[in-house]
């Protein structure tokens, strides 16, 4: 591996923020999931999480420009089995909607643990996930068009959790732990 | 038309923004097209500016979650014809580019008249646009992929706009043409 290259990954583990993620609930269009894999490693997240349901194929990420080996996706076969999963990590869930009762997403704290819920394309997020959660988050719209694209609607809400982190001091220090990090250099240098 | 519908309309047309677009040089997918329009009808803009390949088809927006009504997209056949266009309009033109020279795209004021352009999924943005612009701008990524998708990186920088616009008090008050005002509103009333 180049020393360029060592640096790079390097700088990257250290801007790695594994207490934050981002879960697709059915999503089924491929090019989402893509988008959501692109912009989780622009901001550091280390996994993303999937629901799928069992009766459709899953979705491959290979679309997702060379951001398969460094994002982790995960899959869960439930809602309850991936709200548990963040539970057990401390994280606060937050389940995006389109309701009166969200709160506007520049007004949560994202430099706690945060795990980020997002819904299907048609349908929005279940009544399970929204049942589950803590605290439901909007993006506000001030036009006629009822909902964003999902994927577009991931990036505003990571992007603002990533502005939050950075001026917490969160980027540059290392988190991830010791055996990841050693898989990625490993994996970096042998593409 | 209910009155419900018609309040709506007007506190939509309330909150355009007429002095903010984007303009996309040489999309090619209809997904990437759709959620910029949908992301600018949310934000308030009223039209989205598209220069078209002379040899590739115009791609339609019959897939924006019925926000073609309330968007325009408008067209142009070169990047000088839109560009001069933006300047016949005063509005800053902004490019975005995965460059060293591009400046933080949270370090740009665009309470001023701005158009903001995107360039094709795989080839960026074009040199003549480059060397048209005012001022190159980037979303910064601390990952390991080289860039987020185009309607992404579209919705991340009108959302910025967005939020300098409502501290600077520019939603809530009507600056559209009447005219076009008064299509939106009959064109409301028979969809
Ligand atoms: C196309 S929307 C689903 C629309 C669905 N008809 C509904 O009522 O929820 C798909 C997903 O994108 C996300 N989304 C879209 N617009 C959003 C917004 N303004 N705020 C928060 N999340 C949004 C949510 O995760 C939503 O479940
Ligand atoms: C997939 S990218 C193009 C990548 C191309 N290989 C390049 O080097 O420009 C498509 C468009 O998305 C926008 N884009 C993607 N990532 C961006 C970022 N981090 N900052 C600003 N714009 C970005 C730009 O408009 C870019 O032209």
């Known amino acids: 591996m180049s020393p360029e290259r060592l640096a790079r990954i390097n700088a990257m583990l250290d801007n790695r923020q594994p207490d934050l993620t981002v879960c697709l609930e059915h999503i089924h269009k491929p090019h989402n999931l893509s988008a959501v894999i692109r912009t989780a490693d622009a901001v550091g997240v280390t996994d993303v999480h999937a629901i799928w349901l069992a009766e459709s194929g899953r979705i491959s990420n290979h679309k997702a420009s060379g951001s398969g080996q460094w994002v982790d996706v995960r899959s869960h076969t ?60 909007i993006v506000p719209m001030v036009g006629m068009v009822q909902s964003l694209n999902v994927s577009v609607a991931a990036a505003l809400i990571l992007y603002e ?17 010791p055996v990841r990090c050693q898989r990625h250099l490993f994996e970096g240098g042998h593409p």
């Not at 795990?115 to 439901?136: H, K, P, T, V, Y």
């Open 78 to 137: 439930s809602t309850a089995d991936a709200v548990n999963h963040f539970r057990d990590q401390g994280m606060q869930v937050l389940v995006t909607n389109l309701s009166e009762d969200a709160v506007d997403f520049r007004d949560i704290d994202y430099t706690r643990p945060t795990a980020l819920m997002m819904g299907n394309e048609r349908d929005g997020i279940s009544a399970e996930a929204l049942g589950l959660a803590d605290q439901q988050i």
């Open 161 to 177: 959790a990533q502005r939050q982190r950075q001026q917490a001091g969160c980027y540059g220090v290392r988190t991830l732990d």
